[in-house]
């Protein structure tokens, strides 16, 4: 027999309103594979529907021992998010066996079901009175269901973690690094993937050569500081300072001002941009008569705009100008850089510094 089409009396509606059918398997047990009848189109949840059933299966000889069973979405519609649950029905019309899924229908003639949804021996055995079973289809709609992430419980749930915890808790327990790091003679471990993820300069530092190298030294920089860049890199945040200093170092006597400086030329370096702006930041706002100086010095050398701004409006009020003029290192520095000096003049002025020619 060929496939049937909409309107084929072998489905018929039990009761529109649970969207249940009496479907007639004696007459369509005999069937051959891929042959389908379509029920009449029943409204659902606000969509237009129609069911597909194979008596003896769909794709192939391997599923002619099922009956297939398809729902088809036959509204004019986009993107519908749903969960559809096929019940098959007993004598007193109670769920006796169910399968359901959460399917995205995209548009009109979408489908979603099973190809094997119950062997055909247990439906004879089990469902089929009168030559008939009855079927029931509970369709519901969840557009913007699907993106939430409300939790059965929300007050037994655990804390909600980000990504970056989880591999902070692999860095702390040295689980799975691939990668040591050597900073004036102490040695770090990491991840290679993080790392080469963090920053292009670490990427190219750990391709470089052998792909196999599992060994990087830095230059130019502080234990200390690196521990601080690499706690970043994981956790996109700041260290806790205790965590930084053993033995003798109390954390009250730490310079947190100038190591936050010297992170900041580290970021600078290592192209961590986020880690830069949070020293900037942090400068910015604690700024005072003692470091005000190598702040704007930090500041014209590593393209600081906003720290440079600050250091210009403190060192421009009039209660610290003459202060700031008389600070060590002041002079050196406006002599290394005279650009720098008439900035500073032309603000606290309100004049513009004088453009020269390029070509002079």
């Given at each position: 027999?060929?496939?049937s089409t909409v309107g084929n009396d072998l489905i018929t509606v039990a009761n529109s309103d649970d969207c249940s059918f009496k479907i007639n398997y004696g007459e369509s047990r005999d069937f051959v594979i891929n042959s389908f009848v379509r029920s009449p189109i029943f409204m659902c949840?606000?969509?237009?529907w129609s069911l597909r059933y194979f008596p003896r299966g769909?794709?192939?000889l391997e599923t002619s021992e099922y009956i297939s069973l398809y729902?088809?979405?036959e509204s004019h519609a986009e993107n519908v998010s749903?969960?559809?649950i096929f019940h098959l029905l007993g004598k007193d019309s109670r769920p006796l066996q169910s399968r359901q899924v959460w399917s995205l229908f995209r548009r009109k003639g979408s489908s979603e079901g099973f190809r094997t949804f119950i062997k055909r021996s247990l439906l004879e055995s089990e469902f089929i009175r009168d030559g008939c079973f009855v079927l029931s289809c509970d369709i519901k709609v969840m557009n913007g269901e699907w993106e939430k992430t409300s939790l059965p419980d929300e007050n037994s749930a655990p804390p909600f973690?980000?990504?970056h915890d989880e591999l902070y808790e692999l860095l702390k327990r040295k689980e799975m690094t691939d990668v040591i790091i050597e900073v004036a003679g102490e040695f770090m471990e990491a991840h290679r993937l993080v790392l080469a993820a963090s920053s292009p300069l670490f990427k190219e530092l750990i391709t470089k050569g052998t792909r196999r190298s599992n060994r990087i030294k830095f230059n130019y920089v502080t234990p200390v500081v690196f521990k601080v860049v690499l706690h970043f890199i994981y956790t996109n945040a700041l260290p806790p300072v205790h965590e930084l200093f053993y033995g003798d170092s109390a954390e009250?006597?730490?310079?947190?001002?100038?190591l936050t400086q010297e992170v900041l030329v580290a970021a600078d370096e290592y192209k961590l941009r986020r880690l830069k702006l949070v020293c900037e930041g942090k400068l910015s706002k604690n700024l005072s008569m003692e470091t005000v100086v190598s702040s704007l010095d930090l500041a014209q050398h590593?393209?600081?705009q906003h720290l440079k701004k600050v250091c210009f409006e403190f060192a421009g009020r009039p209660e610290n100008m003459k202060a700031f003029m008389r600070s060590d290192g002041y002079v050196e520095l406006m002599k290394r850089c005279p650009n720098l000096l008439a900035e500073y003049l032309a603000y606290v002025t309100d004049f513009p510094p004088s453009q020269k020619k390029r070509t002079e």
């Open positions: 027999m060929n496939q949840s606000g969509y237009e769909f794709h192939g729902l088809d979405l749903t969960s559809v973690r980000h990504l009250e006597n730490v310079d947190l001002y100038g590593h393209n600081c």
